[in-house]
């Protein structure tokens, strides 16, 4: 009987993953070693950079098909999110929609293996991250976007929300898929929220054989190279271009209506009840009993009734509020993430997106496109940010928070490139996933320059603790690094914020303040309405221009003249 050797997808580096999936004869690198682009921000605080920055790109073909694969390498920064590495993948995913767009079909492969943004250049990953997504959903028009996690990292942070717009998704049993790491909720909610030495607990609520059996992935292959080509090669002949989960916000709502919170959730749960809504056991949306809301007031929801001039805002979901104002000669429709410390899912009591919150911007956002798909002008969409996390705990885990945040990056992009102009009034905290779902895929980002709004992948404390800093080294660090800080003013040098707005009482805002913002959203929605529908303009800020983002450019730049 003949041995068959498999070779293990798992133990390769990500160059060799690279090679590995595609045609033999047909691989051709773009921007190698030997370009050298370095992350310029890693030598100041004494961490080597890596020549390739963590990402392989290389050309050729798979199954005869044009494609582009993107490999991240997780030995080095854990695969983390930085400026070059961000703008490698960005920027061949936006050329690859560029070719895709004239007519020359090219297939986008990613082989993730990262924990999300690299925190040592934190806001540039979230910037690079938000760029990846976009690209993502306008190339899924064209092809099918295919994602494989084969493991040892896995897919964290805000890659788990890129991956989860994928069309098709591969795991390995090895694999994990998560918005937030283990570690991350045990430093957050506690060790009774989640203990991160448990491993078959890990593996039950965010591994590969968990995320395929619930519908959150596609295919699980077995650890080895071929099978693993062969499930990618499968992909690509699909001729048919997949509706993406994150486009099914009927379906997963709901799911998530079947969900007792005053039940145990368990992973047997939860795959028994994807089992009967896959065979059509389960069709009607469950009525949620719902909690007294115990609203406390937040700056998301003083600025909403503010530009509104509407009161006791109520909606579906209690958190997540919604009104229309008329602007100049237009309405224009609000939206904000709201606390309720009676929210039936705990760990979004206090401003958090969440499970219910990510699905509901979805909602309301594909409502909006929806009612203006056969009219001439599309409603212009105000993100109000006061968001200061995602929410980090065991079902939220278990239940897709990665997918509920997609849903809502999918919504407010899927708008955007329809041609609604789409800004985001950051008035409190941007932070981390939450700020990806809600407000990142803007056109515009306007923000009050106040000591109360920030910017950031993460909270101080995890920060320190993924970085192995104290708080006091890490806000030291944050002081000479912009990219690291978390103030309104440092995020602004980087050059995504259009405007940065001065002498506004955030908390209590007077009749002038009022107009001010007005005014700068109707210059806003004016300037959007006759500009690209992208988020290139990103690069071509003055502060992006004059340093912020010097290395994205550089890296879009040669990586065009080596694409052909």
Not at 85 to 110: M, P
Not at 312 to 326: C, D, F, K, Q, R
Not at 368 to 382: C, T
Request: proline residues 4%; negative net charge.
């Amino acid at each position: 009987m003949a041995v068959i050797n498999k070779v293990s997808f798992i133990e390769l580096n990500a160059r060799e993953r690279a090679a590995a999936v595609l045609d033999e004869g047909t691989h051709r690198e773009l921007l190698c070693p030997f370009d050298g682009l370095e992350s310029p921000h890693l030598p100041p605080q004494g961490i080597v950079p890596q020549s390739d920055d963590g990402v392989v790109i290389v050309k050729g073909k798979i199954g005869g098909k044009p494609a582009v694969v993107i490999s991240i390498e997780g030995a080095f920064q854990g695969g983390g999110i930085g400026e070059v590495s961000g703008a490698k993948i960005a920027g061949a995913l936006e050329l690859a929609l560029r070719d895709n767009k004239l007519g020359k079909k090219t297939f986008a492969v990613v082989l993730f293996d990262t924990g999300g943004v690299r925190l040592q250049e934190a806001n540039y990953g979230l910037l690079a991250i938000s760029e990846i997504q976009s690209a993502v959903v306008a190339l899924r028009k064209y092809v099918n976007v295919v994602g494989v996690i084969p493991g040892d990292v896995g897919s964290f942070g805000g890659m788990s929300i890129t991956a989860a717009l994928f069309n098709h998704l591969i795991m390995t049993k090895e694999a994990r898929f998560g918005l937030n790491g283990p570690e991350v909720i045990e430093q957050e909610a506690g060790i009774k929220e989640f203990d991160s030495s448990n491993r078959p607990l890990i593996w039950g609520t965010i591994g590969g054989t968990q995320r395929v059996e619930t519908g959150f992935a596609d295919v699980l292959a077995n650890d080895d190279m071929d099978e693993i080509k062969a499930a990618i090669a499968a992909a690509l002949t699909v001729e048919k271009i997949e509706k993406s989960r994150t486009e099914k916000v009927d379906l997963y709502r709901n799911f998530l209506s079947h969900i007792d919170p005053f039940e145990r959730t368990t992973p047997q749960s939860v795959r028994e009840l994807w089992r009967k809504m896959d065979k059509g056991e389960i069709r009607e949306k469950k009525t949620v009993s719902p909690t007294r809301s115990n609203i406390t007031e937040s700056r998301g929801r003083t600025w909403l009734t503010a530009l509104t001039g509407m009161a006791n805002l109520e909606s579906e979901i209690p958190t997540v509020v919604h009104g229309e104002a008329l602007l100049a000669d237009e309405i224009v429709s609000f939206i904000s993430v709201v606390p309720d410390l009676n929210n039936r899912f705990p760990r979004a009591r206090n401003g958090e997106v969440g499970l219910d919150e990510g699905w509901a911007i979805a909602k309301y956002v594909r409502d909006i496109i929806e009612s203006h798909r056969n009219k001439d002008s599309r409603r212009a969409i105000v993100a109000i940010v006061d968001v200061p996390s995602q929410a980090y705990g065991y079902r939220e885990e278990l239940l897709g928070i990665h997918l509920a945040c997609a849903a809502a990056v999918d919504a407010y992009a899927t708008a955007r490139l329809a041609g609604h102009p789409v800004i985001s009034l950051i008035v409190g905290k941007a932070i981390s996933g939450a700020f990806l779902a809600h407000g990142y895929q803007s056109n515009q980002l306007i923000a009050l320059n106040d000591e109360g709004v920030s910017v950031h992948a993460m909270s101080k404390q995890s920060a320190a603790r993924i970085t192995r800093r104290t708080i006091a080294e890490l806000e030291k660090a944050t002081s000479e690094v912009p990219a690291m800080a978390y103030d309104i003013a440092s995020f602004s040098k980087l050059g995504a914020v259009d405007e940065l707005l001065d002498g506004i009482n955030a908390d209590v805002p007077q009749e002038q303040d009022i107009i001010t913002v007005k005014n700068s959203l109707i210059s806003a929605i004016d300037k959007i309405r006759s500009s690209p529908i992208d988020l290139k303009s990103r690069l071509e800020t003055q502060e992006a221009l004059n340093g912020g983002r010097t290395a994205s450019i550089k890296v879009r730049e040669l990586l065009e003249k080596q694409w052909s």
